[in-house]
T-cell receptor, first 112, second 112 residues
Framework: QKEVEQDPGPLSVPEGAIVSLNCTYSNSAFQYFMWYRQYSRKGPELLMYTYSSGNKEDGRFTAQVDKSSKYISLFIRDSQPSDSATYLCAMSPYSSASKIIFGSGTRLSIRP | KAGVTQTPRYLIKTRGQQVTLSCSPISGHRSVSWYQQTPGQGLQFLFEYFSETQRNKGNFPGRFSGRQFSNSRSEMNVSTLELGDSALYLC???????????FGPGTRLTVL
């Protein structure tokens, strides 16, 4: 079993819908949680960065962490075709680049 | 501020050859990490360099090596290429090697 599980999709939703992307994990030591967006033929771009449990909002994006359930989510409100990309969750027990474990990514498509 | 740059963007090699990839981090960032991204294994950590020293290493064979120069630019080298080395190689930089990584566009390596 992988330390971080993420549904690969693809997930297709109409423009304007609320998108929910999720990851589960098994290592209770994870404390830092990240979401990256990766467009085709590009490198990942950091979208959200949270520490421990709780919610964090940035514009149309909201990240939620539930450490008791070992479950994290990314919500995208008012989704746009430009949001079509692969979304990777990532997590780490420390603030250290070498310890980051990435999910396999969910491919998201927003239909105009 | 200019982002992370990687050269070349695409590379085709044959089995047994060696390859050198280059990465220029964001100005002021002292940590450079390298990752391999494949459809089957996702994003996997190769190694991290900080102030010209390899600080951390992932679970890859010794054919994968790297170095960092005094201006923080980094190179990674893969010797005796195998078909399974075909992947997107990503470089990421951060000020001190923490979780907030900024990725370059990657080098797409194809081994024939």
């Amino acid at each position: 079993q992988k330390e971080v599980e993420q549904d690969p999709g693809p997930l297709s939703v109409p423009e304007g819908a609320i998108v929910s992307l999720n990851c589960t994990y098994s290592n209770s030591a994870f404390q830092y949680f990240m979401w990256y967006r990766q467009y085709s033929r590009k490198g990942p771009e950091l979208l959200m960065y949270t520490y421990s449990s709780g919610n964090k909002e940035d514009g149309r994006f909201t990240a939620q962490v539930d450490k008791s359930s070992k479950y994290i989510s990314l919500f995208i409100r008012d989704s746009q075709p430009s949001d079509s990309a692969t979304y990777l969750c990532a997590m780490s027990p420390y603030s250290s680049a070498s310890k980051i474990i990435f999910g396999s990514g969910t491919r998201l498509s927003i239909r105009p | 501020k200019a982002g992370v740059t990687q050269t070349p963007r695409y590379l085709i090699k044959t089995r047994g050859q060696q390859v050198t990839l280059s990465c220029s981090p964001i100005s002021g960032h002292r940590s450079v990490s390298w990752y391999q991204q494949t459809p089957g294994q996702g994003l996997q950590f190769l190694f991290e360099y900080f102030s010209e020293t390899q600080r951390n290493k992932g679970n890859f064979p010794g054919r994968f090596s790297g170095r960092q120069f005094s201006n923080s630019r980094s190179e990674m080298n893969v010797s005796t290429l195998e078909l399974g080395d075909s992947a997107l190689y990503l470089c990421a930089s951060s000020p001190q090697g923490d979780n907030e990584q900024f990725f370059g566009p990657g080098t797409r390596l194809t081994v024939l």
